[in-house]
């Protein structure tokens, strides 16, 4: 009697997990989460668990035992989670299916490349267990942590003809908008935690705005604008306004027949003769937060990594030394993050970073500025990526050497410090003559110089009279040098048959006494 309640026990609590482990329906988690969504499961009470097309988990006469072939099949989710993170991104697929030619086309395309997509497949294990982890917090299709191999074969440093950048491809203005720091010392649409969550809002952002996954990565790829007009200009023309309906870039519409192939590789990988790397359901990295301005090359060192694989989980550090008013925090794999930790509790030095940021007070030259910090010419072009013939203009913000007692970056310099630039004047040697009571001052005046330098050019004070025709060194811009040598030549052309030779060649032609004036461009 007593093993026949326990068996009939056993069979109740069995059938009571069945019902508790049920999965949501997919158009609930296509919904993203949100019950008010379009598609989203509208009832509140049990048939809330129950999977499209099947009937109540709940029983509603007695509990009958339940043959051992269903407590095995499909119709029960298991309650263990998978070893293997490609099974549960699986476990996750929650977007309609695409059918459409294209699809085959890339899947061909595909599986065609086994190299690519081995290579390809491998560089996203550092990234897609964080991915999958946060679409699964959101709520949303797991189908969307393929993306990146859509947008940049998950490489962090990509960078497309138009600019965009990152393992998400941000442009500019994008990123911005989900305040993406882009500034002269790192560039967060790089940043694996920063652009996934800029990211995933911009793709929650854009199913809110049209209430399906398609045209919101139809969307995320072309713009909201774009697709917003090609629904309208369809609904204008009585004309479907779906994905597939739309007239659109070529691009934009390869896109999701791309993302769909390869939702069907991992799928099945067999079915294409594919192999994917072995990718564990655990965390490759974990964040470390720093407290002070840190050496990349010592990061590296106290973590026991290499500095490239350091940077391959940091790819938005853009110089030497991390700031930590800036970015606080920063990412490690898994078992070295312990190993840093311990090492730079017992670094004693007392200075973590040999790099500052300075100011510039004034607009300044290179050779200028690399001897007021203390560095070569081309130590400062080097790690400030300053090319040839430019001048620095005052307020940009240069990484140098930093002193034993330097103070670490403000929060200020550390998010926005940019670095501007402006051509170098390239002068020429020329001899003007001087007019009747005309000054150094004067002279200066009427060339846009400063009176200073006219009188060391030519070893006189800014003040000193000049005689009339007396000649003055001076030191004009290319152009303005051009045009007066052409103003010049020009008058005496004129004046050739009429006016007498002058001597000394060089001098502008004159009239009534008064010099004639350079054209300036």
Request: net charge positive.
């Amino acid at each position: 009697m007593k093993s026949k309640l326990l068996y009939g026990a056993c069979l109740a609590g069995l059938l009571l997990l069945a019902g508790c482990a049920t999965t949501e329906p997919q158009e609930h988690i296509a919904s993203g989460g949100d019950p008010s969504a379009p598609g989203a499961a509208s009832a509140r009470g049990p048939q809330n668990l129950l999977r499209p097309g099947h009937a109540s988990a709940i029983p509603d006469g007695p509990l009958k035992p339940i043959a051992a072939a269903r407590a095995v099949s499909g119709e029960v989710a298991s309650l263990s989670a998978p070893a293997d993170l490609w099974e549960r991104i699986r476990r996750g697929f929650a977007m309609p299916e695409l059918h459409h030619p294209l699809v085959q086309d890339r899947e061909q395309w595909y599986a065609t490349r086994p190299d690519y997509m081995q290579r390809m497949t491998e560089r996203s294990g550092k990234y897609l267990f964080h991915i999958v982890e946060e679409l699964e917090r959101r709520g949303m299709p797991t189908e969307l942590a393929l993306l990146p191999y859509i947008e940049s074969a998950f490489n962090p440093q990509a960078i497309s003809s138009a600019k965009a950048v990152g393992m998400w491809q941000f442009m500019p203005a994008t990123g911005s908008y989900f305040d993406l720091k882009q500034n002269a010392f790192r560039d967060d649409r790089r940043d694996v935690l920063a652009s996934t969550r800029a990211a995933l809002d911009y793709l929650q952002k854009l199913y809110g705005m049209f209430g399906d996954w398609h045209l919101a990565l139809a969307a995320y790829n072309w713009g909201e604008g774009s697709v917003g007009r090609a629904i309208a200009r369809n609904q204008k023309l009585g004309l479907g306004s779906g994905y597939a309906d739309l007239s659109m870039p070529a691009e934009t519409r390869m896109y999701v027949p791309k993302l769909q192939a390869v939702k069907n590789i991992v799928a099945n990988p067999e079915a294409f003769a594919t192999e994917l790397p072995p990718i564990g359901n655990h965390p490759y990295f974990q964040t470390v937060d720093i407290t002070h301005d840190i050496d990349v090359a010592l990061v590296a060192t106290l973590a026991g990594v290499r500095e490239e694989d350091f940077r391959a989980l940091n790819p938005s550090f853009k110089r030497p030394v991390i700031l930590a008013a800036g970015t606080p925090q920063i990412l490690l794999p898994w078992d070295n993050a312990k190993v840093f930790q311990r090492n730079l509790q017992a670094h004693s030095d007392g200075q973590y970073a040999s790099w500052t940021v300075w100011s510039v007070p004034a607009t300044m030259s290179v050779a200028e500025a690399a001897q007021r910090a203390g560095m070569s010419e081309r130590d400062l072009r080097s790690v400030n990526d300053i090319p040839q013939r430019m001048l620095i203009k005052a307020g940009s913000a240069l990484m140098v050497p930093r002193l034993a007692s330097g103070q670490d970056v403000s929060l200020h310099l550390a998010d926005n410090g940019q670095i501007a630039l402006t051509p170098e004047i390239v002068t020429r040697r020329t001899t003007v003559r001087a007019g009747k009571g005309e000054t150094v001052a004067g002279i200066a005046r009427r060339y846009a110089l400063s009176a200073a330098n006219v009188a060391n050019w030519n070893g006189m004070r800014a003040s000193a009279a000049l005689k009339a025709g007396q000649s003055v060194v001076l030191y004009l811009p290319v152009r303005s040098a051009q045009a007066g040598s052409a103003s010049r030549t020009s008058a005496g052309k004129r004046k050739a048959a009429t006016a007498p030779a002058r001597r000394g060649g060089g001098a502008p032609a004159q009239r009534g006494g008064t010099p004639a004036k350079v054209k300036r461009r």
